[in-house]
């Protein structure tokens, strides 16, 4: 439905766009405030009993009806006016609230004396929250309908929102004009964009499914979800730079965590067989597609378990997330069907690596490997460290193509300093990541619990860092403490929740799946 005339035209501005047209339509909205108080309506009333939502009236269906129609089941919605289209002493409008959209009738001679007039025609715009109770109909036009009997304001907005305009031309063709597509827009005003975009909404709802799902796989083997420290006193875990807070009371500087991993294993030498984590996570690295300073990831780890056993519970507990979201293991994305179906693919590291470059690197010294690195167009410095640049050869000669999930295993022992060493070969370590469009989903291993291989990697990491490496882990010795005691054989895990929904939920970047992702100050 079209709004009507005594509209004004609704904009898509942030507030440093914001010309003078859209600081007057403001003023006009603060005014109707003042208007509606002037009529003895509070605009900001503190409650409203609602009984239905518009996606259950529409499920119903003619259930909700009765005849005569003026005897049907009452019902209280509440939303936000999507729609105006007023014909003298009636108007439709569309009420939209969390769960859809639903055509509402109202008629002046339904209300109190001047409601209709005063409070509905005049001081009513669109983007306000109604609260309305009546009865449920078909119109002639067959859409199902509420008939209004009470009307009341629930919170008056002062902000126009943008409504997007379809048009059809002389061709048959629509054209949408006025939508809120701005991506920076819609980022920085993710409200605004939730409001007139509902299938950002959908998005959000599926992340929050796909967790769910993810949770209840390993409650149902019983894993303790546990939760561990945000600032630490000594960050690890991972390989990246840090951000850094100061504690005033203990005069000592924190670190946000690049990961829990290191805590959650104390928990397993404490005695627990399983334990995982939703975690935020915070790096100090740059904003791209696939990045975010404050990305969420879960971890688990399972004693008496290796990286083959984990191997197998990543792809059935991804399978299930994509069963439950899609109602298949197959998942429709831009980039092509992508199959979850099990066992998903395996390739040595080292194999992709000498597949992809037509030479055997493992027993390539430094020089040659940067030397060849250079001769595929890979960028790396002088000073990189091999793990640097095996890592950088990988990342841009073969990640990208792995659109099907697939595991990269085996990887050098430079590469990881947490994982165990592989028992064939000394010069590898058994982990594994999982890469699905061409990115990292998950990373994995048989962790490391020699003490003394422990100590020696965490030295080789602080010889890196001395060498200009920024992202090189430090010496956790309460950890190194904590392995002393012993610690079973584990598994660990650790799956992007962000990267994750990007698949599941077909989006181009990661801002797509967060609510309120990372920008530059306006």
Not at 19 to 33: F, N
Not at 343 to 351: E, G, K, V
Not at 477 to 497: C, K, N, W
Request: include cysteine.
């Amino acid at each position: 439905m079209d709004s009507s005339s005594n509209q004004p035209k609704e904009s898509s501005q942030s507030p440093s766009q914001e010309g003078s047209s859209q600081q007057e339509l403001r003023a006009i909205r603060i005014d109707k405030v003042s208007q509606l108080r002037e009529h003895g309506v509070n605009p900001y009333p503190t409650s409203f009993d609602v009984t239905h939502h518009t996606q259950a009236i529409h499920e119903a269906g003619d259930s909700m009806i009765a005849e005569p129609v003026e005897e049907g089941q009452r019902v209280r919605i509440a939303g936000r006016v999507m729609t105006r289209r007023i014909m003298g002493k009636a108007a439709f409008f569309n009420l939209q609230d969390a769960t859809g959209v639903l055509q509402v009738y109202i008629r002046r001679d339904d209300l109190p004396e001047g409601q209709f007039n005063e409070v509905f025609k005049k001081l009513t715009d669109i983007g306000d929250i109604v609260g309305i109770e009546g009865f449920v109909f078909r119109t002639k036009m067959g859409e199902l309908t509420v008939h209004a009997l009470h009307f009341e304001m629930l919170s008056k907005a002062v902000r126009t929102i943008p409504i997007a305009k379809e048009v059809e031309q002389e061709d048959g063709q629509k054209v949408v004009y006025d939508a809120f597509s701005d991506k920076e827009l819609r980022y920085r005003q993710r409200y605004v964009d939730l409001i007139v975009n509902p299938d950002v909404r959908e998005v959000f709802r599926k992340r929050t499914q796909m967790v769910q799902v993810m949770r209840e796989f390993m409650n149902q083997r019983e894993y303790l979800e546990v939760e561990t420290p945000i600032l630490q006193p000594v960050y690890g875990g991972a390989s990246a730079r840090p951000f850094v807070t100061h504690h005033n009371t203990l005069n000592m500087d924190l670190y946000l965590r690049i990961a829990n991993e290191l805590y959650l294993k104390r928990l397993i030498v404490g005695g627990f067989d399983g334990v995982y984590e939703f975690s935020k996570d915070f790096r100090n690295e740059g904003l791209s597609r696939f990045h975010n300073p404050e990305f969420t990831q879960v971890e688990l780890y399972v004693a008496y378990k290796d990286y083959n056993w984990m191997m197998e519970f990543t792809e059935e507990m991804i399978e299930a997330v994509a069963i439950a979201l899609h109602g298949s293991p197959k998942v429709q994305t831009k980039a092509g069907v992508i199959d979850f179906t099990r066992p998903w693919t395996r390739i040595p590291m080292l194999s992709a690596i000498a597949e992809a470059v037509g030479q055997d690197v493992s027993t390539m010294d430094d020089a040659a490997l940067a030397a060849l690195a250079k001769s595929k167009g890979v960028s790396v410095e002088a000073d990189d460290s091999r793990a640097t640049v095996l890592d950088e050869l990988f990342g841009e000669l073969i990640e990208p193509g792995l659109i099907q999930p697939t595991f990269i295993t085996d990887y050098p022992v430079e590469m990881s300093p947490l994982a165990k060493r592989h028992p064939d070969n000394p010069a590898l370590v058994e982990r594994f990541e999982a890469i699905c469009n061409g990115k990292e989903i998950a990373n994995a291993f048989s962790e490391l619990n020699d003490p003394l291989d422990q100590r020696e990697r965490f030295e080789e990491q602080v010889r890196q860092r001395a060498a200009g490496n920024e992202e090189a882990m430090q010496i956790d010795e309460d950890f190194l403490r904590a392995l002393e005691y012993g610690m079973p054989p584990t598994a660990g895990l650790g799956v992007g929740i962000d990267r994750l929904a990007m698949i599941m939920t077909d989006s181009e970047s990661i801002r797509d799946v967060l609510f309120f992702p990372q920008m530059r100050p306006e």
